[in-house]
């Protein structure tokens, strides 16, 4: 999940998946980085900038330079549009057939889940041993990263780092999607980096959850026992109505898909929302821990 960016599989009975060790850790993908020079290419050669481009494919301008590095898969509307911007010249189709994402800084069990992510029409995540992702400063990121083993060269590092802020774009992109976070109030609590870092960090998940489609809870240490004890949870809604959940140990990563089960977590996580703090008490207890730093 949050702690190293993992995905799961979508098997039968959404099983825990089975993750060779050569897929564990995130590579380059030369694929998203060609594809993103020819977007490049074809918009500068028809005079187009960057936000001329972004407004005729209907994504940000952010998004549109996350494709031309290389950092984002584009889907098949931004593909259409973008031909269509650039002169319908087909090499925009052509080249998108061979596209893969295999690197972006995800491992290799998270990636289905990133991409559910990004379609979702609500998503409620619970953390207990870190911030969640989608609320990481960049600094506390890299102080994550940096800490993890096996230690990751540079490029690999970077590459993570990338793909983390990346998945925060989706946050700002879609102001009417519901994004619930419900964490632990010794996730704050526990030093990353120095004071600096995590005032940064108390600084960014204000901001990141003062719109109104943003919810955040803080379980504070005195809280006694309460629903999700057995360890960290996403639950998202699709567009059809479909709830599924995702859940993550050491190295692996599991998608459930299970009514059964993912109407269980439902429950343990709507519980834990009325043993949390409420957002009010809970933004108030990040700007006092702000305060004493």
Known sequence: MDSVETEAATGAGARAASVGEG???????????????????????????RGDLAAAVQYSRHTVESVELGRRMPDEAFVERAEEATGNTGALRRAARHLTRGEVGLAAWFRRWDRLEREAVSLCTYECRLVPGLLQSEAYARAVFEGTIPLRTDEELEAQLAARMERQVMMRERPT???????????????????????????????????????????????QLHACLDGPLQILATSEGRRLAYSE??????????????????????????????????????ERLRGEL
Do not use: M, W
């Not at 850790?25 to 005079?47: I, M, N, W, Y």
């Open 23 to 49: 897929e564990r850790e995130p590579h380059p993908s030369d694929s998203l980085r060609t594809f993103g020079a020819f977007v490049q290419a074809l918009r500068e050669h028809a005079g187009l900038s």
């Open 177 to 223: 999607v519901p994004f619930s976070f419900i964490v632990e109030e010794h996730v704050f609590l526990r030093g990353f980096g120095d004071t600096e870092v995590t005032r940064g960090l108390v600084e960014h998940v204000l901001e990141l959850t003062a719109p109104r489609n943003v919810t955040l809870q803080v379980v504070p240490v005195r809280a």
């Open 249 to 286: 140990g050491q190295k692996n990563g599991r998608l459930i898909s299970d009514v059964k089960e993912v109407t269980v977590l439902c429950q343990r996580y709507e519980t834990l929302r009325s043993q949390a703090l409420n957002p009010t008490e809970s933004r108030d207890l990040l």
